[in-house]
């Protein structure tokens, strides 16, 4: 009896040290975080070929990298926001089934693998960011840059296409993330890797999941936590077609930006889906007509976006035409709720040059209470799967208020 004890408590006494070391990097399973839509710089540079409509815009023409995406400066002026818009835009090539840059100017996303793209869009203005204040809290709470944490910016004018369709931009977006995961989990004794992702980022993420084998998910993902994703899109977004989109910048006009924000595939996916929305419900109002998410490609026709009605119903419609497929691994989705959100625009006429009445409903102020929690039935089957509900916190206010921040880091620590 003695010998036994007295040996087992040497061995404890040894194990006790390892195992508490085991137990503290346990803990750490290194994350990922894929930021929401426009969150993280993009370079640009201008070649020979470049076509610029006035020749200030060709400034640049031969003058290597520059930060395209997000220097406030440069868009304080109308003239600086039409140079941005121009050489933001993208061009849907029907033959080859593919979305391009405009011809001469080369695009890259900086800093792909760490959080240092989308701390601050504009290092130089750091009154804007959409993930610092996450970033902050999961240094606080130990995560290292490069070590146990790790970013995936990319550029958010593009998005995947459905399997079999090329997607050169995003398909390189997918295999780069699929790099880096695998990275971060063998730069941390092989744990499995908890993706963070905002907004469009889970939609994306998703899509990257859905697209690994399921043994290779299991492998690598401990947990995936999308905050505030739009599962099925959002009756703004087909406002945002009509008023264009500012990017979130007060001093920019929508307008001046619309005809960019048209030219863009991930335009496209904000789109609310009729698995969502249903293909009856009216979401735009008008005297003679209305639009539902069954009628996406319609309204796009009626607002002069015709050409936009291919690419919508083969490169996006079979993509969000059903609910998200469940995953099969652990998932902690977060959202706001409680907060006005447009749930029909209503135009008294025909025109859609006009402001629109608003029906409001429930969500997070941008995306519509349906769509953030759209998997919460489907996915829930599943035994690791929680949604939790921030009350009254906004689409971005939930990256912002310390009570959602707290909830997103619980979530990410969460023990399966
Ligand atoms: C930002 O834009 C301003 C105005 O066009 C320009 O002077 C400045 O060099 C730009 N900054 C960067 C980092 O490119
Ligand atoms: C549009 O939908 C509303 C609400 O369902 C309905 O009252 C109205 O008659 C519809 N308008 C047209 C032109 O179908
Ligand atoms: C929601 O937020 C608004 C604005 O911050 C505040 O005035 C209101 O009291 C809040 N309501 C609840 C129920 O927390």
Known sequence: MTIPLLLLLLLLAVAAPRRSVQAASRQRHPVVLVPGYASNELDARLTELYRPSSPRRGERKGHGWFRLFLNQSALHEPAGVRCFGEQMSTVY????DDYYNVPGVETRVPSFGSTKGFRY?????KSFSYMEKLVERLEKAGYRDGETMFGAPYDFRYAVAPAG?????????FRALKSLVERASRLNGGRRVTIVTHSYGGTLAHQFLVRRPLPWRRRFVRRFVPVAAPWGGLVLGMQVLLSGNNLALPFVDPLALRQEYRSLQSSLWPLPSPAVF????????????NYSAGDVA???????LGEAVGPYES???????TLPAPLKVPVSCVVGVGVGTAERMVYPG???????????????GLVNLASLVAVETTWSRGRHFRMVKVPNVSHTGILVEDRALDIIIREIQRAN
């Open 315 to 321: 490169r996006v419609l079979p993509l969000f035409g």
């Open 298 to 304: 319609g309204f796009l026709a009626a607002i002069g």
């Open 121 to 125: 869009p504009d290092p130089d203005d």
């Open 165 to 173: 369709r090329p997607s050169r931009v995003g398909s390189a977006f």
């Open 278 to 289: 249903g293909a009856a419900q009216p979401l735009v109002t008008t005297k003679s007509r």
């Open 350 to 364: 025909d025109d859609f040059d006009v402001t629109p009445g608003v029906v409001v409903g429930d969500g997070d």
């Open 93 to 96: 090539d029907a033959a080859s």
